[in-house]
């Protein structure tokens, strides 16, 4: 294997000041954050479930290599196996590897790599499910951009390595789901409306009804809807091009944007002082509890959010909101915070950082 | 009937500054107040529920005309009939009489009275079910004391009215369960930490489990345990001297005083992460809320004064605690603030007293 950096400090991927969290973007009173990514594979290479650990590592050692062009630049490459699992667990946090990436690096399966831009907006894994999948995410609706900045680090990393590809098929993948394009297309939505309405099943049947889109919870396939998020993306790569795929998303996402302000002016129109309530309370809550779990603080946060964006309560700014949100789960609080011994320990600590941020940076 | 004064001046009786309230006594930390009745009815009258209008007019009458003795100088003698429903039912809310009285009086029932002392530590009733209903409330655990009181009210009244007595069973009252000597004394305890752990229903029937006495809520018969509060008193009056009664609710009073403090001594010990982010979420919850119903805000304040009691939650004057406690009514509420048009208006206004109270009163 040639070329590979040392380890970084992990005192740097700790404190990357990344974009989709720090910065506002267009509609971000709903749309959290637009993501885009593909997936490419070597060719001459068997894709990563069928590999042996040698091939995974010369994928790696030529992945790395091609990073050395200038256009990466001040980019972060990481052997993901040498660190540590809290490390890991907070990029799975914070968005910027799968959790399957997450459990191979810390078994340590061989020839793992994370290849991470500045502000976290650009991020490749090495040998997840393919043996490259790339992603951009960032903040608001901003898919087309994303798929702008996506389309730059894949062509950088073309000029120095040959993609698995197909006239017919397109861009060929560990999975047949993903022929074609290889592309996803997702959005994270905020709903806190459309849940207090009890409208969120509609919206999701809804999405799901439509041909080709897939709806999820806030960490991908599995999970629920918690802190009222919901991530948007389309399910078919096949067929339609890249932008026929953003575009659809992109449509779905205006629409759903509709219905949540359409939700939030009925709250407002027909139940103001109970919602002046709801998200006063979960501010008071935030404030003056001692013990906070994870789950718990998410949905709190989603209603001061709303609260914040209808002005019902005073101004903060949406980054210490996003801040906050990243910062409850339990690796990336236990990086701020230091390891905890028990869940406990750990629902202490969150609250008590909570209070402190809203102190500090939020209302009076 | 004659010497029947003037009505007083409503806002007298509102803002009175009522001594079981504002006070401190001792044991407070559980005991809320202590209260001691008895019922007395004047020969050569027929009781209450089986007289006349012209009957009870007298008797009202002749009550009214004992108070004209220099004892009662000071004292608010009231006819209760023309008194306002929010008025009486803010009485009621009090403690200063009871809702049986408030319904005769707010449905202009001929010749009911009330002969309010000052800070409406001794109070009576005329022609509740008794033609006299006598009593007198403390702050704290002071039953004796309450007891020395009312029999000073008593012996004055019994200076001018002559009393139905019978040497075989003692003051003649309208129900036999209160023949002898017609004495009911009660404590309203506030048990948060019992309430807490789920040991309310045990300390109910270790209570009722001893003969002779009675466990309620916080407005008497058929109310549930609202707040953690819950009234013990004597059931028989007939056979026991009244200090025998007395001594009998001092000290299951004090047994259930113990183990308030062991529960909460427990507390402290196995669930002090637990109970400081109870006692300080409510508190939360109270500086923010923007709609409280009474109930909620009552549970609110049981947890809110168990904090402060505790030394969890920055020192808090009792008193505050306490007329937070009483205002939160609806009457005492309307009294204060202007009648309102529903519920919701009403849940926004307690809601909005509690925050300024405990902003100007309570902790930072």
């Known amino acids: 294997m040639t070329g590979f950096p040392p380890p970084p400090d992990p005192s740097v991927l700790r404190s990357l000041d990344m974009e989709w969290i720090r910065d506002e973007g267009h509609l971000s009173h709903v ?11 070597l060719r001459g290479y068997r894709f990563p479930p069928g590999a042996d650990p040698d091939e995974l590592q010369r994928v790696l050692g030529e992945v790395v290599e091609a990073t050395a062009d200038s256009w990466f630049k001040g980019w972060h490459v990481v052997d993901s196996t040498r660190m540590s699992g809290l490390d890991l667990q907070m990029l799975v946090e914070k968005h910027l590897i799968s959790p399957h990436h997450f459990r191979a690096s810390a078994e340590r399966a061989p020839g793992r790599g994370v290849i991470l831009g500045p502000r976290g907006t650009l991020v490749a894994m090495v040998n997840e499910e393919d043996h490259l999948r790339m992603q951009c995410l960032l903040p608001g609706l901003d898919l087309e951009r994303g798929w702008m900045l996506l389309s730059a680090m894949d062509d950088a990393f073309e000029q120095r390595l040959s993609y698995a590809f197909s006239d017919a098929l397109g861009y060929l993948t560990a999975c047949p789901s993903n022929l074609g394009t290889a592309l996803r297309a997702s959005v994270m939505l905020h709903l806190p409306a459309l849940g207090l309405m009890n409208q969120m099943e509609t919206v999701k049947q809804m999405i799901a009804g439509q041909v080709g889109l897939a709806v999820r919870g806030m960490f991908g396939e599995g999970t629920g809807v918690g802190g009222n998020l919901l991530q948007i993306s389309n399910q078919i790569s096949l067929g339609p091009t890249e932008e026929d795929l953003i575009e659809k998303v992109k449509s779905i996402t205006l629409r759903i944007v509709d219905q949540e302000a359409a939700a939030r002016d009925q709250l407002r129109r027909e139940f103001a002082p109970q919602l002046a309530d709801k998200v006063w309370r979960c501010l008071g809550i935030l404030r003056h509890a001692q013990v906070v779990p994870a789950g718990e603080a998410l949905e709190l946060l989603s209603m001061v959010r709303l609260g914040v964006d209808l002005e019902i309560l005073p101004v903060m700014p949406r980054p210490t909101l996003n801040e906050l949100l990243v910062s409850i789960f339990p690796a990336s609080l236990a990086v701020l915070e230091g390891e905890v011994s028990d869940s406990l320990q ?9 209070r402190q941020e809203l102190a500090e940076k939020g209302t009076v």
Chains 1, 2 share one sequence.
Do not use: H, L, P
């Open 346 to 354: 750990g629902d202490m600590i969150r609250a008590r950082r909570i």
């Open 31 to 41: 749309v959290v954050s637009s993501r885009i990514r593909v997936a490419r594979n």
